[in-house]
């Protein structure tokens, strides 16, 4: 099994950009034949998919989120990172990291990380 944690600010000013780290342990990222995917739940929404990045660096982007959205790695520190830029306070969620099937689906989540996005 494999755990993931989600590392990043809990609260960010109107028009500024998001990052979040997702660090790895007990799988490896760039070897491991899987998708490493970032998603949000807004506040009495469902979950939503921003994007996902594979283990060969190949990124993939929400077509509502892909053009404020970037997604990398740092493959040395077993982590991978998202980037949300020009954030608005419709962009407050709790965002997880996750693993990705071959399916598609995801099997191994983070715990999730509350962010708001206020003046």
């Known amino acids: 099994q494999i755990q993931l944690q989600e590392s990043g600010p809990g609260l960010v000013k109107p028009s500024q950009s998001l990052s979040l780290v997702c660090t790895v342990h007990?799988?490896?990222?760039?070897?491991?034949?899987?998708?490493w995917g970032w998603i949000r739940q807004a506040p009495g929404k469902g979950l939503e998919w921003i994007a996902c990045?594979?283990?060969?660096?190949?990124?993939y982007y929400s077509p509502s989120l892909g053009s404020r959205t970037s997604v990398s790695r740092d493959t040395a520190k077993n982590q991978f990172t998202l980037q949300l830029n020009s954030v608005t306070p419709e962009d407050t969620a709790v965002y997880y990291c996750?693993?990705?099937?071959?399916?598609?689906?995801?099997?191994?989540w983070g715990q999730g990380t509350r962010v708001t996005v206020s003046s």
């Open positions: 996750a693993r990705g099937a071959p399916t598609s689906e995801f099997d191994y």
């Open positions: 007990g799988g490896s990222i760039a070897t491991d034949y899987f998708y």
């Open positions: 990045i594979d283990y060969s660096g190949r990124a």
